[in-house]
């Protein structure tokens, strides 16, 4: 039987120094195949549900932080992302930050991933095969100077982008309180634009510019609030 997501994994560097450690992001996509019986009608029901994620990470590979899912971590155990579920056609992405130890040279496992979730027609739970991902290290020194990759760059800055914001919402940014999420939401959006001025990408241009127009009324929503009450205590007094 067909599986019912598609999986994909990019390291923003393939290959890396053998003789320092090294801070990557590991870009995680999935999309919810369409099924045989689907291809004609292009069906946009939901394939899968109570989609879950295990991470195994080698002793050299540590997690800094995830993006675009809430990581579990079970003791002694893998870390677990539970992701919903998803449409017939429907891509969704995550992105997990990790810290890499310094190796030999050669290739070397990195993180064990499997996946399970339910079809929603037959209420069954599948498990994709166990799969392992390695990282090459390497004692060729061009590789210090090698660019991550763009698209890995741009996709794990999107995600941080609506973490932050969702961080700002509940930290009551719109209630006056939440000072260090402005702060945090100011340096994502100087991100956002020098990322953009480098790759000339529109998206991330507009990005950066929602947040500071956020930023910017927020600043003006905070100054009038602060002349009311300045005016009320004149008034009192």
């Known amino acids: 039987m067909q599986a019912s997501i598609q999986p994909e994994f990019t390291w923003s560097r393939n290959r890396i120094y053998a003789g320092g450690a090294h801070h990557l992001i590991l870009l995680v996509e999935w999309r919810g195949m369409v099924q045989q019986e689907d291809t004609r009608k292009k069906s946009r029901k939901v394939v899968?549900?109570?989609?879950?994620?295990?991470?195994?990470?080698?002793?050299?590979?540590?997690?800094?932080?995830?993006?675009?899912?809430?990581?579990?971590?079970?003791?002694?155990?893998?870390?677990?992302?539970?992701?919903?579920?998803?449409?017939?056609?429907?891509?969704?992405?995550l992105a997990l930050e990790v810290d890499m130890a310094p190796m030999t040279a050669g290739i070397h496992e990195a993180v064990w991933v499997q996946w399970q979730y339910k079809q929603p027609a037959i209420e069954r739970v599948r498990e994709l095969p166990l799969a392992k991902l390695g990282i090459e290290y390497t004692r060729h020194t061009e590789t210090l100077s090698a660019a991550d990759s763009f698209y890995v760059e741009r996709t794990f800055e999107l995600l941080k982008?609506?973490?932050?914001?969702?961080?700002?919402?509940?930290?009551?940014?719109?209630?006056?309180?939440?000072?260090?999420?402005?702060?945090?939401?100011?340096?994502?959006?100087?991100?956002?634009?020098?990322?953009?001025?480098?790759?000339?990408?529109?998206?991330l241009a507009k990005e950066a510019e929602s947040l500071y127009r956020r930023l910017d009324a927020e600043q003006e929503r905070r100054k009038a609030n602060r002349r009311t009450a300045?005016?009320?205590?004149?008034?009192?007094?």
């Open 161 to 203: 982008t609506e973490q932050v914001l969702r961080e700002a919402e509940r930290s009551g940014f719109a209630g006056g309180g939440g000072t260090e999420a402005l702060d945090k939401l100011r340096r994502q959006a100087d991100k956002l634009l020098l990322l953009a001025a480098r790759s000339g990408d529109l998206q």
């Open 48 to 93: 899968a549900r109570d989609i879950e994620l295990r991470l195994w990470l080698e002793a050299h590979v540590s997690c800094r932080g995830c993006y675009g899912a809430a990581a579990e971590v079970e003791e002694g155990g893998p870390l677990v992302l539970k992701l919903g579920r998803i449409n017939a056609g429907q891509r969704r992405a």
């Open 230 to 237: 300045d005016n009320s205590f004149v008034l009192r007094n």
